[in-house]
């Protein structure tokens, strides 16, 4: 039985990714919390809805690769809820976020 390789912390790359937020300014990623897809909107009456469409609502997200509009909470901060849009490639900012109604996912 051989002993596990020691884990080089050297060549770990640490970015910080910044979140802007409207009313802290830009914070670090570690203080938000992801919420999901913005672009999924649920059934307004989920009665009325078949099961597979009430499946597809709860289950089924696409995986873009470029611009994903998504819900964050600034849940270590000012606890406010954005919509913003990112790249999902190489996880830039592409829009300044903006504040989603009081209706969270
Ligand atoms: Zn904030």
């Given at each position: ?12 790359d640490?970015?910080m990714q910044?979140i802007p937020c409207?009313w ?8 938000f ?11 307004p009456d ?8 009430w ?10 690769r ?10 270590y901060?000012?606890?406010q ?5 990112r790249?999902?490639?190489d996880?830039?900012i592409?829009?300044t976020?903006i504040?989603?109604p009081?209706?969270?996912?």
């Amino acid at each position: 039985m051989s002993a596990a390789p020691a884990l080089n912390l050297t060549r770990i790359d640490l970015k910080m990714q910044l979140i802007p937020c409207p009313w802290c300014g830009p914070r670090n990623e570690n203080e938000f919390i992801y919420q999901g897809d913005a672009t999924v909107l649920r059934p307004p009456d989920p009665g009325a809805v078949s099961d597979e469409e009430w499946t597809s609502y709860l289950y089924l997200r696409d995986n873009p690769r470029g611009l994903h509009r998504e819900h964050w909470n600034h849940r270590y901060g000012c606890r406010q809820w954005l919509e913003l849009e990112r790249n999902t490639l190489d996880h830039t900012i592409a829009s300044t976020p903006i504040v989603t109604p009081k209706e969270t996912p």
